[in-house]
């Protein structure tokens, strides 16, 4: 018996099984492990001390011109206690 287009339509009549021809996707891809087994993150909380880090923290963008006029952050810090009065601290010996 041939099923025609018509003949699909019609209830209680099964169409025609057509063979799968779209590919599965593989379950996982697994990509090369190029990371040491010391630094095997597993398990970890992501941002754990986030907030106890921000509390001592205090970031100060400059604009580029104040940046380029200061090779390292310890200039930038010498130059701002001159400014506030501040003692410069003990050099390491």
Known sequence: ??????GW???GRRRAQ???RMKKKPDKVSEPDDMRA????RG????????RFAQGTNVVLLDP???AAFPD???VN???RKVAGLPQPASPS
């Open 1 to 6: 018996m041939e099923t025609t287009w018509s």
């Open 9 to 11: 339509l019609v209830p």
């Open 18 to 20: 057509r063979p799968k």
């Open 38 to 41: 010391e630094y095997d993150l």
């Open 44 to 51: 970890e909380v992501r941002g754990k001390y986030a907030r």
């Open 65 to 67: 011109d104040v940046a």
């Open 73 to 75: 952050s310890a200039a």
């Open 78 to 80: 010498r130059a701002l």
